[in-house]
C-alpha cells in the first residue's frame, strides 16, 4: 500500500475509535481484514495512541483522559526540535522515545476530537447543500442500529433535527421517510440526480423520535436525572418544573412519540427517575429490562 493510502486509514481508524466499533466492523469500514486492523491499531499504540476494548462486546475505542488540553509545543517550537533531533545518530537510545512524544506534543498529528469534528462538518455541509439544491445523497457505509449492518445507500435529505444530530430524508431502500444518525454516516456523497419525493416534516418528540399519536409521560426526577436531561435534550426543558420533593425535586411532563427514545434515559439512571405515568411506559420498561443479557 502506498504511504498516502495506509496514512488515511490510519486517520480514519483514529476517527472511527472515538466510538467503539469491533474488529469486523472496522474491516469494512476501512475496506481492509481483520489481520491488518490488528496491526494498525498496534501501530497507534507504539505512536501513543491509548487503545482500550470492552471484552463483553469485543469493541475497540480511544482511551482519552479527561484533559484535552492543546499541545505544549507551537509548530515553530516543533519544528526546530525536530531539527535537533535529526542530528542524532540513528541508535540513539532515547531519540525514538522523545520523538514519539514530540509527534503527539507537536500539530502532527490532529486529536482525535478534531478529526472526528471536522469529518462531522463536513458531512453536515454536503448534506445542507443536497437539500438545498434538491439532490440525492449516497450514504457510504452507513451503520445501521436498526439492522445492526453496515451498507451504502441512497437517501434524499429533507430536515435536520435542532441540534444536527438526525437527519430525515426518503429513503430509496425501504421506499419511506427515516431518520438517519449523522454519527453513523462513515461519509456522503452529493448526486447530479434530483429529489423526486415529496415528504412531510415530521413531528418528533424532544428525545428525537416520531409516531403516529402523542403520549404525555410524566416522570419525577432527581437533581443529577434533571440536570442530565436538561444538557442533553435540550428540547425538553419546557417540560421541566420544580415540585417540593427533597428525593425529587423536579418533574417531567411532556408528549412522546415513542417510548424507545425516553425509555433509554430512564432506562440509563437506575434510582434516579420515578415514573408516575401512563402504566404502558411502565409496562414497556419492565420489558426491557426483562430482556437484558447480562
Request: glycine letters at 6%.
Amino acid at each position: 500500500m502506498i504511504p498516502q493510502q495506509k496514512l488515511l486509514r490510519l486517520f480514519t481508524l483514529i476517527r472511527l475509535l472515538k466510538q467503539p466499533h469491533t474488529i469486523g466492523q472496522l474491516a469494512v469500514l476501512l475496506e481492509t481484514n481483520v489481520r491488518t486492523v490488528y496491526r494498525y491499531l498496534a501501530l497507534l499504540g507504539e505512536i501513543g495512541y491509548l487503545i482500550d476494548s470492552n471484552p463483553q462486546t469485543n469493541q475497540y475505542f480511544l482511551f482519552e483522559p479527561g484533559s484535552t488540553a492543546r499541545p505544549l509545543f507551537t509548530p515553530e517550537e516543533t519544528a526546530e526540535l525536530q531539527k535537533l533531533l535529526a542530528s542524532l545518530p540513528p541508535t540513539h537510545t532515547l531519540g525514538m522515545s522523545i520523538r514519539r512524544k514530540l509527534h503527539m506534543s507537536g500539530e502532527l498529528v490532529p486529536l482525535a476530537d478534531e478529526l472526528h469534528d471536522r469529518h462531522l462538518g463536513r458531512m453536515i455541509d454536503r448534506l445542507n447543500q443536497a437539500i438545498e439544491e434538491q439532490k440525492q445523497v449516497r450514504l457510504v457505509k452507513y451503520q445501521s442500529a436498526r439492522s445492526n449492518t453496515i451498507s451504502t445507500r441512497v437517501i434524499e435529505p429533507k430536515w435536520f433535527t435542532d441540534n444536527y444530530a438526525l437527519l430525515w430524508a426518503y429513503d430509496h431502500e425501504s421506499a419511506e421517510r427515516r431518520s438517519f444518525k449523522i454519527s453513523r454516516m462513515e461519509d456522503v456523497e452529493v448526486l447530479t440526480v434530483d429529489a423526486t419525493h415529496a415528504v412531510a416534516e415530521p413531528v418528533v418528540d424532544a428525545f428525537g423520535w416520531s409516531g403516529a399519536a402523542p403520549i404525555v409521560v410524566t416522570l419525577q426526577l432527581s437533581l443529577r436525572a434533571y440536570r442530565l436531561l436538561y444538557e442533553e435534550y435540550p428540547a425538553a426543558r419546557a417540560f421541566l418544573l420544580p415540585q417540593p420533593d427533597s428525593l425529587f425535586p423536579y418533574v417531567f411532563r411532556g408528549e412522546v412519540y415513542s417510548y424507545i427514545g425516553i425509555g433509554r434515559f430512564v432506562l440509563g439512571l437506575p434510582g434516579e427517575i420515578r415514573v408516575t405515568g401512563p402504566a404502558g411506559f411502565r409496562d414497556y420498561l419492565e420489558g426491557r429490562v426483562g430482556e437484558r443479557l447480562w
